[in-house]
């Protein structure tokens, strides 16, 4: 990658950062194939580590068009293209979802209608049909099995869909790392901790491995920082049943 200027904050910025760091910056010994797959392992860590130690996710408001009539599951959404150029579905990384809205396919946003769930199952209903002239629809959405269901509508329906998202992983050098964002160095540090072990190099292993997760206890500090002026309380939700929390002056 001798030359190239990439972006901050992506993979391509990452792999030259790895390079450089294990002093070879033109890549002979640590080329982006070596570097990859555990830059990858590494980001794969660290989202854990950021979920886990602030309760901070990838939150998404995602938008499906036009979902055929009698649909109940929206897994082929959530699925990753067999192959290319094969697109992946919009809902792919989905692993919480918070909220949903209907209407029927089409009408302008407005018709959203806020839908009923997450429950455990789905009720036993008739699919109803769509009414002429009303342009929002009323369904209640399920989550099991990692999977998301629907109840059916005789007809069609856009949705959306507001959840927690996996981070996609790390393919071309212009993708974003979307876990924070300033980002690289820690990454590296990291990254450059798991070829130690592979190289079996303690000194590269315990350095990089302490400067990595001296950094990430720093990111994780300054998200949680971020968010500590917002008020949080536990209240009713008003006609919803169950209780949920709280943000600002609002109700979840």
């Known amino acids: 990658?001798?030359?190239?200027?990439?972006?901050?904050?992506?993979?391509?910025e990452t792999v030259l950062r790895c390079q450089q760091i294990m002093g070879d910056p033109t890549g002979r010994l640590f080329s982006r194939a070596y570097c990859v797959p555990f830059i990858n392992q590494a980001y794969e860590d660290m989202d854990v580590a950021i979920r886990n130690g602030t309760g901070k996710n990838l939150e998404a408001v995602v938008e499906v068009l036009n979902i055929p009539q009698g649909t109940i599951s929206l897994y082929p959404f959530q699925t990753y293209g067999a192959n290319p150029p094969q697109s992946?579905?919009?809902?792919?990384?989905?692993?919480?979802?918070?909220r949903m809205w209907a209407k029927t396919a089409g009408q302008l946003p407005q018709y959203y209608t806020l839908?009923?769930?997450?429950?455990?199952?789905l009720p036993h209903v008739n699919p109803p049909?769509?009414?002429?002239?009303n342009y929002a629809t009323q369904i209640t959405f399920c989550w099991m099995g990692s999977q998301l269901s629907i109840t059916p509508v005789a007809g069609p329906i856009?949705?959306?869909?507001?959840?927690?998202?996996?981070?996609?992983p790390l393919a071309q050098d212009s993708d974003r790392l979307v876990l924070y964002p300033r980002l690289t160095a820690a990454l590296a540090y990291s990254s450059c901790a798991l070829f130690?072990?592979?190289?079996?190099?303690?000194?590269?292993?315990?350095?990089y491995a302490t400067?990595?997760?001296?950094?990430?206890?720093?990111?994780?500090a300054d998200?949680?920082?971020?968010?500590?002026?917002?008020?949080?309380?536990?209240?009713?939700?008003?006609?919803?049943?169950g209780t949920s929390w709280g943000w600002g002056s609002g109700v979840w």
């Open 1 to 12: 990658m001798a030359g190239v200027n990439p972006l901050p904050n992506t993979l391509g």
């Open 88 to 98: 992946n579905g919009p809902l792919v990384g989905l692993f919480d979802p918070i």
């Open 115 to 121: 839908a009923r769930g997450p429950r455990d199952t």
């Open 129 to 133: 049909g769509i009414t002429p002239g």
């Open 158 to 168: 856009d949705i959306q869909v507001y959840g927690r998202f996996n981070p996609p």
């Open 196 to 207: 130690g072990v592979e190289r079996s190099n303690p000194a590269i292993l315990e350095g």
């Open 211 to 220: 400067r990595g997760l001296a950094m990430l206890d720093n990111i994780i």
């Open 223 to 241: 998200i949680i920082r971020q968010t500590q002026k917002n008020p949080r309380r536990l209240a009713k939700m008003g006609g919803q049943g």
